[in-house]
């Protein structure tokens, strides 16, 4: 299939680290045809490119659409940037994620030659320099070395992992998103896991992308844990057909015992306090949202 390629940014406050995503971008082995820019706040976009006039000039595959906050949505903010494309894949990022190397948008698209299942790829994010032991650790947990090819036979064995993905940077086939309606409208996350859920129980099958790399990490404090994990837990409770019998507690368990081990073994003792907060707001966080 023709390997065209559009990048979607949603952005809202952004910092000069979204221009140095751009910059990444234009430097891609397979280069997007468009950069399609979702922006909340107008003002602060104006803001950011008259401090930096001169960062985004000869770079003619640029569309900035500005949205207010009453009309953004993760789902129908991204289902609307697909309608500025009519290339054969959609890349989703978020403006904090920047790519590894140059060839992220390349390792994308990779593995949808000669496999017509795959509706959806999304690559490994690595920590920041910055990132603490902690977030390392989340990170390598979730975006392990290795590819994996995932369907719904997944299910019995992975859980809620048979249909993990992330639109913090991920790669989908337009015909395939087309014909599944795209994203989800109206929700206030897990849009790229809903739309994982149906792809596969359409038949189709969901690809981790190791080899396309971005750098995405956050040290969230126990009360931003806490109030991303009531959005993430009201999100599951409000679709139970995607997520109706399954969980993430499995996997938040291995996750605990996991890094714990982390911590002792690698001299890190003195962070298990911290880390310890932060489970617990993930935790109130999650059933808080469940329950409404």
């Known amino acids: 299939m023709e390997k065209t390629a559009d990048v979607v940014i949603l952005t809202h406050k952004p910092s000069e680290l979204f221009l140095d995503i751009i910059d990444r971008l234009e430097e891609q082995s397979l280069k997007p045809r468009k950069i399609i820019v979702m922006n909340t706040g107008e003002s602060h976009m104006d803001d950011l490119l008259g401090r930096y006039p001169d960062r985004l000039k000869g770079y003619d595959n640029i569309e900035i659409h500005h949205i207010t906050r009453d009309e953004f949505d993760h789902g129908g903010t991204r289902k609307r940037a697909a309608e500025y494309s009519d290339a054969a894949f959609l890349i989703y990022m978020t403006q904090d994620a920047l790519p590894a190397d140059e060839r992220l948008v390349e390792n994308l698209a990779a593995p949808f030659e000669g496999d017509g299942s795959i ?8 920590p920041y320099e910055s990132a603490s032991p902690i977030e390392r650790y989340n990170r390598s947990f979730n975006y392990p070395e290795g590819d994996r090819k995932k369907t719904a036979d997944d299910l019995d064995t992975l859980g809620i992992k048979a249909f993990f993905c992330s639109d913090v940077c991920a790669c989908y086939r337009r015909d395939i998103y087309d014909s599944l309606g795209g994203h ?14 149906g792809a596969i129980d359409a038949g189709y099958s969901i690809y981790y992308a190791s080899d396309a790399r971005v750098y995405h990490s956050h040290d969230y404090t126990p009360a931003q844990q806490y109030r991303r994990n009531v959005d993430l837990g009201r999100s599951q409770a409000e679709h139970p057909e995607v997520f109706g019998g399954i969980t993430s ?10 890094c714990m081990s982390y911590l002792l073994k690698n001299g890190y003792w003195y962070m298990i306090p911290a880390f310890i907060a932060q489970c617990a707001g993930r935790y109130l966080g999650y059933r808080k949202g469940r329950r409404g």
């Open 249 to 258: 507690y499995g996997e938040g368990k291995k996750l605990v015992k996991g």
């Open 184 to 197: 989800i409208e109206h929700t206030v996350f897990n849009e790229d896991m809903i739309y994982a859920r």
């Open 119 to 126: 509706a959806v790829s999304y690559a490994r994010q690595l």
